[in-house]
């Protein structure tokens, strides 16, 4: 009926509002060399990384490589999403002539932990966490696929597909492992690695900096002048 209508109409009105806002706050902070890979895109809606919003990310990291070669802020607050999606971004991240400084402003799991390791420095707030675990993915029969799964325990109808999709999980997980191990050199062995991501547990961004996953930690996040954060 009409009251129907009304609220309708008043509540594309309020999504209209929240996009328009989010695009003005988006572009002013792009004018400060910063970019938000964030947890909501309203107040209910969680925002994963998906291979479009990824590619919303490359787009504004390529934008701000033509602009200048000044570092790009890379504000993470994520609870992560497509494996495919983060692997873009980290080429871009590596690809870019700019020196990426990812920021870990609140929880930071998942892929979006990839991504915050890959960047060119890697501060974390003191109040923030990094969650990391191996890698998953929803097969059929409701079966959740790990690149450490036992087929035994698989159902012989979908074998087949399971153990090409877990070889496949195997090879990009031991390049995760490695990178990780790469960039925290010494300090962290691959097999040391893979048992933190085992371990499934929220780093403190004391463990984080303890574990060389960071190179500082902050109090805050200066978003007038990113450069002055203490």
């Known amino acids: 009926g009409i009251l129907y209508t009304r609220k309708i109409k008043k509540s594309n009105k309020r999504r209209l509002k929240l996009s328009v806002k989010k695009q003005l706050t988006e572009d002013i902070l792009l004018?400060?060399?910063?970019?938000?890979?964030?947890?909501?895109?309203?107040?209910k809606v969680k925002n994963k990384i998906t291979l479009e919003y990824a590619s919303?990310?490359?787009?504004?990291?390529?934008?701000?490589?033509?602009?200048?070669s000044r570092p790009i802020y890379l504000i993470l607050e994520s609870d992560g999403g497509s494996v495919e999606a983060?692997?873009?971004?980290?080429?871009a991240i590596e690809s870019s002539r700019s020196k990426i400084i990812g920021?870990?402003?609140?929880?930071?799991?998942?892929i979006a932990s990839y991504i915050f390791e890959v960047c060119s420095e890697r501060w974390i707030?003191?109040?923030s966490h990094v969650?990391?675990?191996?890698?998953w993915v929803e097969m059929e029969f409701k079966i959740r696929l790990t690149p450490h799964t036992n087929l035994s325990d698989v159902?012989?109808?979908?074998?087949?597909?399971?153990?090409?999709?877990?070889?496949?999980?195997?090879?990009?997980?031991?390049?995760?492992y490695n990178q990780y191990a790469t960039r925290i050199g010494s300090k962290m062995t691959q097999m040391q690695v893979k048992r933190l991501f085992l371990a499934k547990r929220a780093l403190t961004a004391k463990s984080v900096l303890e574990?060389?996953?960071?190179?500082?930690?902050?109090?805050?996040?200066?978003?007038?002048?990113?450069?002055?954060?203490?």
């Open 86 to 91: 983060g692997m873009k971004i980290k080429d």
């Open 155 to 176: 159902s012989t109808a979908i074998i087949d597909r399971a153990k090409e999709q877990r070889d496949k999980m195997r090879k990009e997980q031991r390049e995760i």
């Open 125 to 127: 707030v003191d109040s």
């Open 211 to 230: 574990n060389a996953l960071a190179d500082k930690i902050i109090k805050e996040f200066n978003f007038d002048k990113p450069g002055q954060s203490i």
């Open 31 to 43: 004018t400060r060399r910063i970019i938000y890979i964030e947890n909501k895109e309203d107040l």
């Open 56 to 68: 919303r990310i490359i787009k504004s990291i390529q934008y701000l490589n033509s602009k200048s």
């Open 103 to 110: 920021v870990a402003t609140g929880d930071v799991m998942s």
């Open 131 to 135: 969650f990391l675990h191996p890698m």
